[in-house]
């Protein structure tokens, strides 16, 4: 059997409705992007961490059950891939290479926005994970407390709360530091 019949085949105890056969990337990227920078704060990390989740979300889509367990699936493999990016590079800090010292071309172009948001993603990396997590599903995806409250499995309040938390902890923070607006 070829790879193609393969994927257009059904897998046991699949029906042709609830089978996913495809997934589609740019529905879910922006999402799976956040989720990894949540827990990553490295822009460019957080790409190889969405990269990577859906490399290994394609190759496993067969064993993905149903469509509407998808956004659950490809959450519990971002993480798994954020887990072990982040072991990774506690060994190589061990080691003694420090990959975050190394420039990319964006640094030399405005050194000042650069600082800010490095101070900004730093107070944003100190907020307790599910705050930072709805922080950065509301702020970088544009999405709404109802949409967060459904990727994540929580109550609509729930991430109002989160939301609310986050915004006073970071204006707190602004404020004594001297960077509030």
């Not at 990553?40 to 990390?45: A, E, F, N, R």
């Not at 519990?76 to 887990?83: G, L, R, S, T």
């Not at 990959?99 to 100190?126: F, G, W, Y």
């Not at 509301?138 to 990727?151: F, G, R, V």
């Amino acid at each position: 059997m070829t790879k193609d019949a393969a994927s257009a085949t059904p897998l046991p105890n699949h029906t042709d409705e609830t089978a996913p056969d495809r997934l589609d990337v740019q529905q879910w990227y922006r999402r799976i992007y956040a989720f990894c920078q949540a827990r990553l704060i490295c822009d460019s990390d957080s790409e190889d961490a969405a990269q990577e989740t859906f490399v290994r979300a394609i190759i496993h889509l067969h064993r993905l059950r149903t469509r509407d367990a998808i956004g659950g699936w490809l959450r519990q493999i971002a993480h798994n891939v954020c887990v072990d990016m982040i072991r990774r590079q506690q060994v190589r800090r061990s080691a003694g290479i420090d990959v975050q010292s190394i420039p990319t071309e964006n640094e030399a172009d405005a050194p000042a926005d650069r600082d800010q948001k490095e101070h900004l993603m730093r107070l944003i990396a100190a907020l307790p994970e599910p705050q930072r997590e709805v922080l950065l599903l509301h702020y970088y995806d544009n999405l709404t407390y109802d949409e967060i409250a459904a990727w994540l499995g929580v109550a609509r309040s729930t991430v109002h709360d989160r939301l609310h938390r986050a915004r006073m902890k970071l204006k707190a923070e602004l404020t004594t530091t001297g960077d509030a607006p």
